[in-house]
């Protein structure tokens, strides 16, 4: 399969832990998205990376979370001590030099 | 800034049945595209159908076509010959064409319940 490749897909963490999501994009897609949706709403954009470089952050991406593309290939979403209110899917999704941007299956977080 | 609506949070469809699917959308650009994607219980998105703002004829794939309507900024999705598989909950979604930007802006969603 050379679709978005997400993992873990499923974490359950106590509250105040740090959890890292991975997001595998397809590959030569140099566009990579993370984005998170809550359960009844529509994906929110929290961050772009155009290859290596991560392009632009949404307010919704507090100091608690951060997010790397090493050699723009792989991407990596960190959230720190984390909250009862980032309970949520994390989606990751990559665009090659079309228009379309493919996701991935998800990341779902519960903090308990 | 752009803003997508989906005014329907649910929507019921017999089989075999036709049934569509509102979206309307805020926009000062004047290049953009706009997107359906559906989204089954299983959670991947998957893409539907897209349309170029530039482009005055209406997309189609299969059993699925828009109704784009640029001066009312509507964009909505018509689904003939519903089937069981059909249901899933459907998000309409916009991006803006070109510069460093790329980012989806959706709605809420639909819905869709298909009846046997």
């Known amino acids: 399969d050379t679709g978005v490749s997400q993992n873990p897909r499923h974490k359950i963490t106590k509250r105040g832990q740090n959890v890292t999501f991975r997001c595998d994009p397809i590959?030569?897609?140099?566009?990579l998205y993370w984005y998170r949706q809550t359960l009844g709403q529509g994906p929110e954009f929290l961050t772009y990376?155009?290859?290596?470089?991560?392009?632009?952050k949404s307010r919704l991406l507090s100091d608690r979370f951060s997010a790397e593309r090493p050699k723009g290939s792989f991407s990596t979403l960190e959230i720190q001590r984390t909250e009862q209110g980032d309970s949520a899917m994390y989606l990751c999704?990559?665009?090659?030099?079309?228009?379309?941007?493919?996701f991935g299956e998800g990341s779902w977080l519960t903090v308990v | 800034a752009q803003t997508v609506t989906q005014s329907q949070p649910e929507m019921s469809v017999q089989e075999a049945e036709t049934v569509t699917l509102s979206c309307t959308y805020d926009?000062?650009?004047?290049?953009?595209?706009l997107f359906w994607y559906k989204q089954p219980p299983s959670r991947q998105m998957i893409l539907v159908i897209r349309?170029?703002?530039?482009?005055?004829q209406n997309a189609t794939e299969n059993r699925f076509s828009v109704n784009f309507q640029k001066a009312a900024k509507s964009f909505s999705l018509k689904i003939s010959d519903s089937q069981l598989g059909d249901a899933a909950m459907y998000f309409c979604?916009?991006?803006?064409?070109?510069?460093?930007?790329?980012?989806?802006?959706f709605g809420k969603g639909t819905k869709l319940s298909v009846k046997p």
């Open positions: 999704a990559s665009r090659g030099k079309g228009d379309t941007i493919y």
């Open positions: 590959s030569e897609h140099n566009r």
């Open positions: 990376f155009q290859n290596e470089a991560q392009l632009e």
């Open positions: 926009t000062s650009e004047s290049d953009y595209y």
């Open positions: 349309q170029e703002a530039y482009k005055q």
């Open positions: 979604a916009y991006r803006v064409y070109g510069g460093s930007q790329g980012n989806l802006i």
